[in-house]
């Protein structure tokens, strides 16, 4: 394997010469645009770049910004999509599971889900059986992996907190979890390592034609205000969400290719919801909600609700934390939490492809691809999970459109950060980083987060460290992300670079100063932008 290419992601991907990245690519030719910086967008750029293709990423916000950085953050075949008999997606994505697992062991980990069985509950035993059967074989989950019924006693062994009442036991089977953000985000990074571009805070505002055909896309630079154009053929329309808004670009009628359903997760202390596996729990109202142990906490979600309002500014209701507070003090036994335990929480949007008098908790997670009469690539729905496969179709599909015979190589493609993985196991490698942190009278705490986040990005991150003879590691991980990934402001670092809003509001409180400092000195911050910056991150911890 080779060595991570700094070079290419600091002349491309710095935030510090993003204008001169722009200055570059203004008004140049691609063989395809793709709008939107989302895990779909990402893997497109990815997909074609390894291809040989030249490609640019547009994203009008930060990388991961929309639903990539908001959702359950599992890498799953979707078990309960069997109940609608969706046989065909659990295969498909349930076998990628174990590609983004070898292609990113540091951020796509394996991990056994406990999904206990009540009497009375959603599922009988003898279904729980059928269903993790059919799942591990249609996912071709093998050997040790494998599920298992376990009986009651065994069942509150893995996990004592479960409420014992009328408990019959559980399935026990193979699931990943991630970070969806750093998901994305490696992703469009090693897309840049093969010469792809991407830019953020970059809107596509108008779509360029000629003789009626797609022809360009004139983007607006948000951080600047200025107006440039990209030229393509083949223009890709993977803005999650939003797809419907780029189609109307394209044509004045009404498109309505999506709905939205709106899904929140709260975060809880583990001090106070200490489990050990991932669960996947019954609700009162016959649903069902994950609860994922990470890091210092346990998030809980999530909500599947239409949703018809402004998708600029979403907001979460009092009433959907509520009833996900009462969801886990019915399934687990610790002492009643309440509001003031929820530290965190997000909210995002499934782009889901719409079908007329359906329900959304009904409407299928499938992705689908739409051509329109001008040539728009537009690819709508799917799963983080699928992202891989989504954009292996987006490019196939334009590879077929130009009669190239260009084959997909992401199978393969491993993400930067897993360079380890050459020399060491996962385990190892937390053992040598750990060891390279000692000599600095750091914890061991900081060794399992820098790998968990960055892989073998963790050994430039502690050289930024040690050369620059700095007090705090945070000051390292905030120059690497200005360096290296087009990290712009102090939200983009705490909310989708390192996750510290979500995970560990706390710590956020003690290092925004240092961590300001840094983007100041760095970027070049005058005082009011920074303290609006900073403004922005109180008031997304603003749920502590
Ligand atoms: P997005 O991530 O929303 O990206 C679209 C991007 O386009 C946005 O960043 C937006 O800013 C940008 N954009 C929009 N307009 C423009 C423009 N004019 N110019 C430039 N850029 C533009 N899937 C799983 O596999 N596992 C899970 O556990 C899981 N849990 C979920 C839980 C919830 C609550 C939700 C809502 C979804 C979940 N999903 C899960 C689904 C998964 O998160 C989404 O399918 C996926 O993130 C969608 O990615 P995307 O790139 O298509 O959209």
């Known amino acids: 394997m080779q060595d991570i290419n700094y070079n290419a992601l600091a002349s491309k991907f710095s935030a510090k010469y993003r204008s001169n990245e722009i200055e570059k690519i203004s008004n140049s030719t691609f063989d395809l645009i793709i709008i939107g910086g989302g895990i779909t967008g990402g893997g497109i750029l990815l997909d074609a770049a ?40 659990v295969r498909k994505v349930g076998k990628e599971r174990k590609i983004a ?57 893995k996990e004592n907190l479960l409420k014992s009442d009328n408990l019959l036991g559980a399935g ?94 709260i975060v809880i202390d583990k001090a106070i919801l200490s489990l050990k596996n991932p669960v996947y729990f019954d609700t009162d109202d016959g649903r069902m909600c994950f609860a994922i142990p990470k890091e210092h906490v346990t998030y809980v979600g999530t909500t599947d609700t239409i949703y018809n309002s402004d998708i600029e500014n979403l907001k979460i209701e009092e009433k959907d934390i509520y009833y996900l507070i009462k969801a886990i003090n019915n399934a687990f036994s610790m002492k009643e939490i309440d509001r003031k335990d929820v530290i965190s929480a997000w909210a995002g949007l499934r782009p889901l492809i719409f079908k007329k008098n359906t329900k959304t908790s009904e409407l299928s997670r499938k992705d689908e691809l739409i051509i329109s009469d001008s040539g728009l690539i537009t690819i709508a729905g799917g799963k983080l999970t699928g992202y891989r496969l989504m954009a292996k179709k987006v490019v196939d599909k334009v590879c077929n459109l130009e009669n190239l015979n260009k084959k997909c190589k992401t199978r393969q493609v491993k993400l930067i950060g897993s360079e380890f993985i050459a020399k060491f196991t996962l385990d190892n490698y937390y053992n040598i980083i750990n060891k390279k942190l000692e000599k600095f009278n750091l914890d061991k705490n900081i060794s399992n987060y820098l790998v968990s986040k960055y892989g073998s ?4 991150i502690i050289n930024i460290f040690n050369n620059n003879k ?15 990934e087009n990290t712009h402001t102090l939200l983009d670092f705490f909310l989708r670079r390192s996750g510290k809003i979500y995970y560990n509001p706390k710590l956020v409180i003690n290092e925004l100063k ?26 997304s911890l603003i749920m502590t």
Not at 51 to 74: H, M, P, Y
Request: proline share 1%; net charge positive.
């Open 457 to 460: 990005q963790s050994e430039e």
């Open 172 to 265: 026990y089977y193979a699931e990943y979890t991630t970070d969806d953000s750093r998901l994305t985000l490696e992703v469009i990074k090693t897309a840049i390592t093969y010469g792809a571009s991407a830019i953020n805070y970059c809107k596509a505002s108008k779509l360029l034609k000629y003789n009626n055909k797609i022809s360009g896309v004139s983007c607006q630079d948000l951080k600047t205000e200025n107006i440039f154009n990209l030229y393509a053929k083949n223009i890709i329309n993977a803005s999650g969400p939003w797809v419907d808004k780029i189609c109307r670009l394209d044509s004045s009628s009404i498109s309505k290719n999506i709905c939205h359903s709106l899904g929140i997760h």
């Open 50 to 89: 390894s291809r040989g293709l030249n490609a640019i990423l547009i994203e009008k916000s930060d990388f991961s910004s929309g639903t990539s950085s908001k959702s359950t953050k599992l890498i799953h075949g979707g078990l309960r999509y069997l109940k609608k008999f969706e046989f065909n997606l």
């Open 514 to 539: 240092i961590v300001s400092a840094v983007f100041k000195d760095k970027l070049n911050i005058n005082d009011n932008n920074i303290f609006l910056q900073e403004k922005e991150v109180k008031e």
């Open 101 to 157: 697992n070898s292609n990113a062991p540091h951020l796509v980990l394996s991990k056994k889900m406990l999904l206990p069985i009540y009497k009375n509950g959603n599922l009988k035993k003898w279904q729980t059986r059928l269903a993790l059967k059919i799942y591990d074989f249609l996912a071709g989950v093998k050997g040790n992996e494998r599920y298992k019924i376990l009986n009651t006693k065994a069942t509150i062994q």
């Open 470 to 484: 700095l007090k705090h590691i945070v000051e390292a991980e905030a120059i690497f992300c200005i360096k290296y």
